[in-house]
């Protein structure tokens, strides 16, 4: 057998890569062959797959190449897809299959749902209304999209979607508040669906620490699709608990158009780093003005989105427009995403990638994802 040695820090990133149909990340199925960096700043990572044709390829590749953006001294990343051993594949399977008997019995969410925090290097840029927006155009292609307020001290989900507490509870767990858009659903929780008095108690206790690791593992979020996270501004815990209890979170950036986004990308790198969450894309908000003649003025500078992306080397997923009625909350209209506006186009697109190619529902995954499900349900019943 040939021993390599496996860079740590490579390792330490590659940790947060998580296989969609195993629902374990890569490091710890035993996918990662190879990890180094020379001295010329090129890492090299080699991977083992389970079959030649795996289509999950090109998306493990994205997901590597993610993870590997900004790390310290490396300039290039080279990925080489092989074959696993019969001996390592047999070794995949009982690790695959431990973890679904592992997986952490406090959350509801299996780690083939796809988990999106919506975050960002600075405050007021646009993260609560791309995460309402994004979860309504979700919905609306047929979704079960659960949403996740993580900005405890500030709330403004419940406003943007239309939508108000209380919460209840079933069975020792919080039941999300639910609201039906198109065929699919909105399922939230929120600091904001709470009674004033328990607001208070929390506010009080350390409980607030606390409160959104309650909202994961603590909420009933059987038979979502998606889960959205609304990141609260500026440093905090959450990016972390959830890089923890739901190794499979990848982070959205948004960013605005103005060029002077040096310290904001950095900020923007720091808070993935800190945390081994994976960087899935950059959305540019507020990135023009359409006026009703369709003429585009770039009210804010242009190019912010694009940079940024550029200096994390992921995509620019989205530019939406400057569009009063993104804020506006769903009480007050249809929300964005759902309207003929340019803005409403530019947030059905983010949708359609979302689903089609940056993270497919659990059920549009591939055979292996549902033969693992059928394998997590033998071993409940067992
Ligand atoms: N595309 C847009 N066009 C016009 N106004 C927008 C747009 N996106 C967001 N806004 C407005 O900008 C303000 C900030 O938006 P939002 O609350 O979503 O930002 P945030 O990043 O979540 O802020 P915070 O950091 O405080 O959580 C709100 O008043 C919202 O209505
Ligand atoms: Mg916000």
């Not at 979020?221 to 890089?243: E, F, K, R």
Request: charged share 20%.
């Amino acid at each position: 057998m040939v021993t390599t040695t496996l860079d740590a820090s490579v390792l330490a990133r590659l940790g947060g890569v998580v296989d969609p149909e195993l629902g374990a990340d890569i490091v710890t199925l035993g996918m990662v062959t190879g990890a180094s960096i020379d001295e010329a700043g090129i890492a090299t990572v080699a991977i083992g797959l389970t079959t030649v044709g795996c289509p999950l390829r090109a998306r493990l590749e994205r997901d590597v190449r993610a993870a590997l953006a900004g790390l310290d001294g490396v300039r290039e990343v080279v990925v080489e897809m092989g074959l696993l051993d019969p001996a390592a594949k047999a070794a995949l399977m009982d690790i695959a299959r431990r973890a679904a008997q592992d997986r952490s019995p406090t959350t509801t969410i299996p780690g083939t749902v796809p988990v999106l925090a919506i975050g960002s290097g600075k405050g007021g840029v646009g993260k609560s209304s791309v995460t309402a927006n994004l979860g309504v155009a979700l919905a609306a292609r047929g979704h079960v999209v659960g949403i996740i307020d993580a900005d405890v001290g500030g709330f403004s989900l419940p406003r943007l979607l239309g939508m108000s507490g209380p919460l209840a509870a079933k069975g020792g767990r919080l039941v999300p508040r639910s609201k039906p858009v198109g065929e699919g659903e909105l399922r939230v929780v929120s600091m904001g669906f709470l009674a004033e008095e328990a607001q208070a108690l929390l506010w009080r206790g350390l409980i607030l620490n606390k409160a959104v690791q309650q909202f994961i593992e603590d909420a009933d979020w059987t038979g979502i699709d998606y889960l959205l996270v609304d990141l609260p501004p500026g440093t905090s815990d959450v990016p972390m608990g959830l890089a923890r209890t739901l190794p499979q979170t990848g982070l959205l950036l948004v960013t605005t158009p103005p060029l002077a986004a040096q310290l904001v990308a950095a900020r923007a790198g720091d808070l993935a780093r800190r945390a081994n969450l994976r960087v899935l894309g950059v959305i540019e908000n507020m990135s023009s003005f359409v006026c009703e003649h369709g003429t585009s003025y770039e009210l804010f500078g242009a190019g912010g989105g694009a940079r940024l992306a550029e200096q994390l080397h992921v995509d620019l997923l989205a530019s939406v427009p400057f569009d009063p009625a993104l804020g506006a909350g769903a009480d007050e209209g249809e929300a964005a995403a759902l309207t003929d506006t340019a803005a409403g186009r530019a947030l059905r697109e983010l949708a359609r990638l979302v689903a089609t190619e940056l993270a497919p529902p659990p059920g549009a995954q591939g055979c292996t994802a549902r033969l693992l499900d059928a394998l997590e349900r033998v071993v409940e019943r067992a």
